[in-house]
């Protein structure tokens, strides 16, 4: 067989959470998830000329304040926004997150398309949020950053949801794994401090 098997022991740039074993895959997609505090997120578009094409779009995003994970990417977003009135139209989506977006892969030499330099792919939904759980989306988007505090009041902004279908990892060789939501959410992304 030619199959080869890589085994490497990656350090941690400093200042960085230590990510975990690729081997816990869910765990990996959850710390992804956390340290990521934007997203692409590709919709069907709805206007011309790219009609009923992908159109992948950036948005802020938040699972919870740092160091408070929920594994739920929350979003702001106004009806202003083209992608958010694709979304109005259908609200299925796409939202890949890569830890390309942070110090991680730069410090360690990583291609943002190297399998090491590890990335979620999430299928799924955007649904508008109320009550309790908006509140929590404000607290946990307006953590980071806070700019968004100042965005303007008659956009008529609103909190929303990603609501998770199938998690999509790739953040090791041997190509992309799949975790679902029930994985996803059981698992932890940072190991319990003793």
């Not at 199959?3 to 959470?17: G, M, S, W």
């Not at 690729?22 to 765990?27: F, K, P, S, T, Y």
């Not at 934007?38 to 206007?47: G, P, V």
């Not at 139209?89 to 942070?102: E, I």
């Amino acid at each position: 067989s030619n199959v080869r098997i890589y085994h490497f022991k990656i350090q941690c740039p400093t200042n960085f959470p230590e990510i975990p074993p690729h081997q816990e895959v869910a765990r990996v997609a959850r710390f992804i998830a956390h340290q990521c505090d934007w997203a692409s997120m590709a919709t069907i578009s709805t206007h011309k000329p790219v009609m009923g094409q992908p159109f992948s779009n950036v948005f802020s995003v938040s699972d919870g304040p740092r160091g408070s994970s929920t594994g739920v990417p929350y979003l702001y977003l106004t009806s202003m926004e083209v992608s958010v009135q694709d979304l109005q139209v259908n609200p299925q989506a796409s939202l890949s997150m890569s830890l390309a977006q942070t110090d991680y892969c730069k410090q360690l030499g990583f291609d943002p398309q190297s399998p090491l330099c590890a990335h979620i792919i999430l299928s799924g939904s955007v649904i508008q949020v109320n009550g309790t759980e908006a509140d929590y989306a404000q607290k946990a988007l307006f953590s980071r950053p806070p700019e968004m505090m100042e965005w303007p009041k008659d956009h008529d902004w609103f909190f929303a949801k990603f609501n998770i279908t199938q998690v999509w990892v790739l953040d090791y060789f041997g190509g992309i794994k799949m975790v679902s939501p029930e994985e996803y959410f059981q698992a932890a992304p940072h190991k319990k401090q003793n």
